[in-house]
Nanobody
Framework: QVQLVESGGGLAQPGGSLRLSCAAS????????MAWYRQAPGKERELVAS???????TYADSVKGRFIISKEDDWNLLYLQMNSLKPEDTAVYYC??????????WGRGTLVTVSA
């Protein structure tokens, strides 16, 4: 079992920045796929960014050039640096891990609100 705990959410102004962190209870393996998802009110959960061994990163078109996903395997940490925030980035952000032969794990989420 892997437990994921997000932190770093809060209120930011448009154009501002926030850094989300996700702490994993166990070791992050090199071939784990980790990702950030988000769910805005009344909308479905969507993939924001993912990172796999390499590292190879992918981003939703809506956040490309503004968000950066990274991880520190030695410290079992996943990050999402969010810059140039927009009101439409307001959502609950979830940390996700997929491990081969084991499956999916989710954090409980952290709320990000972008408002003036």
């Amino acid at each position: 079992q892997v437990q994921l705990v997000e932190s770093g959410g809060g209120l930011a102004q448009p154009g501002g920045s926030l850094r989300l962190s996700c702490a994993a209870s166990g070791r992050i393996f090199n071939d784990d796929r980790m990702a950030w998802y988000r769910q805005a009110p009344g909308k479905e959960r969507e993939l924001v960014a993912s990172i796999t061994s390499g590292p190879v990163t992918t981003y939703a078109d809506s956040v490309k050039g503004r968000f950066i996903i990274s991880k520190e395997d030695d410290w079992n940490l996943l990050y999402l640096q969010m810059n140039s925030l927009k009101p439409e980035d307001t959502a609950v952000y979830y940390c996700h891990l997929w491990r081969r032969s084991v499956g999916n794990f989710w954090g409980r989420g952290t709320l990000v609100t972008v408002s003036a």
